[in-house]
Each structure stands twice: as C-alpha cells, then as structure tokens.
C-alpha cells in the first residue's frame, strides 16, 4: 500500500506560479512512476506530467514550457512547478504513483487561476 499526500494547491491570479508536492509512504526505488493527474468540472481526468524512476519526462501538450515535474533529493517526493498560470488550468491536481503494477492515488488539492 502507498499513500501520497499533497500539497501547494490555492488561488493564483493569471500569469502566476504555484508549486505542487507530493510524498510517498514508501521508497521511490519501489515505484515505477510518479506525476500528475488533473480534473476540471465537467471534464475526465487528465494527466498532466510523469516522471519515471529513472527519470524520463512527460508532458501534457498544453503545459508544455510552463510546467516543471521533478523529484524530491529523498526521492520518495515529487513535486510539479507551475509557471504562467492560466484561467483554463483550474483543476484539482492529483498525484499518483506506480508501483508494482498498482496505481495509487492523492486525495487532491485544489488549484484555482482567477483575478
């Protein structure tokens, strides 16, 4: 069992930056990947962006030059720097992590871009 806890979400004006964490129960030598998920009303989830244990990147297309995931030097965290925030990525954000063929999921945190 993995538990992920989040954390860095709130309100942002436009063109602002947030940055999300989120650490693991366990090892991230155990885990296979680790990222981002968003949701936004009305929507289905998407992802967002990956980090793999070895450290490959991937990238939802409209984030792409604004958004930053990376790891943690315990290596059991990983966290997402948002830059030049826009209305349209008001979401909440949930991480995940792949660990022996099992997803396992945050609870959320909220991310709202608005003036």
């Known amino acids: 069992q993995v538990q992920l806890v989040e954390s860095g979400g709130g309100l942002v004006q436009p063109g602002g930056s947030l940055r999300l964490s989120c650490a693991a129960s366990v090892s991230i030598f155990s885990i296979n990947a680790m990222g981002w998920y968003r949701q936004a009303p009305g929507k289905q989830r998407e992802l967002v962006a990956a980090?793999?244990?070895?450290?490959?990147?991937n990238y939802a297309d409209d984030v792409k030059g604004r958004f930053t995931i990376s790891r943690g030097n315990a290596k059991n965290s990983v966290y997402l720097q948002m830059n030049s925030l826009k209305p349209e990525d008001t979401a909440v954000y949930y991480c995940?992590?792949?660990?022996?063929?099992?997803?396992?999921w945050g609870q959320g945190t909220q991310v709202t871009v608005s003036s």
């Open positions: 980090i793999t244990s070895g450290g490959s990147t």
């Open positions: 995940f992590a792949d660990r022996f063929g099992v997803r396992y």
